[in-house]
């Protein structure tokens, strides 16, 4: 694993230092000695991971922490601050301002790589996402998502605990359940199964399990489908050292060390939350930039993007099973006078309305895409050509036997349509000549005096 890490600190000393420390591990290191330098590097997306000074001239580490926090497009940065503070407050006050971590010097050299790879391997599970919803920040997708998470609360979480030690838990419990609905369960097996059920923002697991090996859970958390991008926070005994390290190296997002500082338990579990509402945000936002790519806007069906990149797996399915498989073109009659006469407001509304009585006349494993502007295509597995024209014909006076209203009811319009029929026909069929036959069919129904149905046989 390699990754960029900017190292911010105006000590050239503690520079080195750290420098050296990583490129050991095959880390590539960027450095800056203030803050406006940092932001920049981060700004124009020049590392991966911030560890950052807290004792800084011009603008101290709690500020630059903030502001990458505050900017849509370095929010996602990790940030682990490094300091000689070490009292809690300062700790909390790190964490408050955003920081994945506050480590106090000095630091193990263990600690801190086990602790750099563990975030960035978080990031990279983020890099993904961000990089399949380029097409939503390329619409304002990221500036959204980071108003959303501004305005958006860290409250009203699901919270899952796993201690089996009432006084450990009850702790945890009186500080989180005022914001948050927080479930506790002593059995580790039980945890697990739970998990798996309830969508959960945080689970916060003790390292100290009497009768199960807590890193054993958290490994089968990660490996199962449903909990593997579950933030866990891991609570451990201060003697748990080596617990920490091999906890992160599982994939545990975070830890807090007992005797619990409510305050800094609630600045870490508010983080986790964050972070797994932000990737949530982008995993939406994936699903509608690809929801986007392959529907029509304007009807709500599928577009020919998606009829092209399906049909030809549909007629390899058909020709492997010996099965039928039916191809309708349909056809608005007149489309153009409409938008003349009335306007492309109208038209819009003939389309809509013409989408709805076709779905309403097919079935759901039928595939109906706008084909472009006012043709559209259904596809009809394990259908023959006279059941395709039966439903054509059905579909046909659907249209013709109903006026469609449009302008909030006060126009009615008789609109009729023209239909072309085809089918699967030998074993060297393709999507084009499918396609070409019932094209063919359309024009011979155009030509025929339209609002009729004609098959074309190959």
Same mark, same amino acid.
């Given at each position: 694993m390699t ?9 050239p ?67 682990v601050?490094?300091t ?7 700790r ?10 506050f ?5 193990s050299?263990? %600690? /801190?790589?086990?602790? =750099?790879?563990?975030?960035? &391997?978080?990031k990279?599970? $983020?890099? *993904?996402?961000?990089? +399949? ?17 501004k ?79 579950l933030?866990i ?13 091999? %906890? /992160?190296?599982?994939? =545990?997002?975070?830890?807090? &060390?007992?005797?619990?500082? $409510?305050? *800094?338990l609630?600045? +870490?579990?508010?983080?986790q ?38 049909l ?11 099965k ?5 073109i ?10 003349d006469?009335h306007?492309?407001d ?19 494993i ?37 006026p ?6 006060s ?40 609002n009729?149905v ?5």
């Amino acid at each position: 694993m390699t990754a960029r890490i900017l190292v911010v600190d105006d000590v050239p000393a503690n520079v080195k230092l750290l420098e050296a420390r990583l490129t050991a591990e095959y880390f590539q290191v960027v450095t800056a000695d203030n803050g406006p330098d940092a932001l920049e590097i981060c700004e124009n997306g020049r590392c991966d991971l911030v560890l950052l000074d807290v004792m800084m001239p011009q603008m101290d580490g709690f500020e630059v922490c903030q502001r990458l926090k505050d900017n849509p497009r370095t929010a996602h940065l990790p940030v682990v601050m490094i300091t000689a503070l070490d009292l809690p407050e300062d700790r909390v006050r790190g964490l408050q301002a955003g920081a994945d971590d506050f480590l106090t010097k000095p630091v193990s050299d263990l %600690a /801190l790589i086990t602790r =750099v790879k563990s975030l960035i &391997r978080l990031k990279m599970l $983020t890099d *993904e996402l961000r990089l +399949r919803a380029q097409t939503g920040a390329d619409l304002g997708m990221e500036t959204r998502l980071g108003e959303n998470l501004k305005a958006g609360s860290q409250d009203d979480a699901r919270l899952l605990v796993v201690d089996d030690r009432p006084y450990s838990y009850e702790k945890v419990v009186r500080v989180l359940a005022d914001k948050h609905e927080v479930t506790v369960i002593p059995d580790a097996q039980e945890a697990l199964f739970r998990a798996a059920d309830v969508e959960f923002d945080t689970a916060i697991i003790s390292l100290s399990l009497s009768d199960f090996d807590a890193l054993r859970l958290c490994s089968h958390l990660r490996s199962l489908e449903r909990t593997r991008l579950l933030p866990i926070v891991a609570i451990a005994d201060i003697d748990q050292e080596a617990e920490i390290i091999r %906890a /992160l190296d599982l994939g =545990v997002n975070d830890y807090l &060390r007992r005797p619990i500082d $409510t305050n *800094e338990l609630v600045a +870490r579990v508010s983080t986790q939350i964050k972070r797994k509402r932000y990737n949530d945000l982008l995993r939406d936002s994936v699903e509608q930039s690809i929801e986007m790519a392959v529907r029509d806007p304007l009807t709500g069906l599928h577009n020919r993007r998606y009829l092209d990149s399906h049909l030809e797996g549909l007629i390899n399915t058909a020709h492997a099973k010996s099965k039928p498989l039916s191809a309708i073109i349909c056809d608005v009659d007149r489309f153009k006078a409409v938008n003349d006469d009335h306007g492309h407001d109208v038209g819009d509304e003939v389309l809509r309305e013409f989408s709805q009585r076709l779905r309403k006349n097919i079935r759901n494993i039928d595939l109906a895409c706008r084909f472009g502007g006012e043709e559209f295509v259904v596809i009809m597995p394990d259908t023959g050509v006279a059941l395709a024209m039966v439903v054509a014909e059905r579909l046909r006076r659907e249209v013709a036997s109903h006026p469609f209203v449009v302008l909030g009811g006060s126009k009615q319009l008789p609109i009729t349509v023209s239909l072309g029929v085809s089918s699967l026909d030998k074993a060297d069929d393709t999507p084009e000549s499918l396609l070409k036959r019932a094209d063919i069919a359309l024009y011979n129904a155009k030509s025929g005096g339209r609002n009729c149905v004609v098959s074309q046989a190959a």
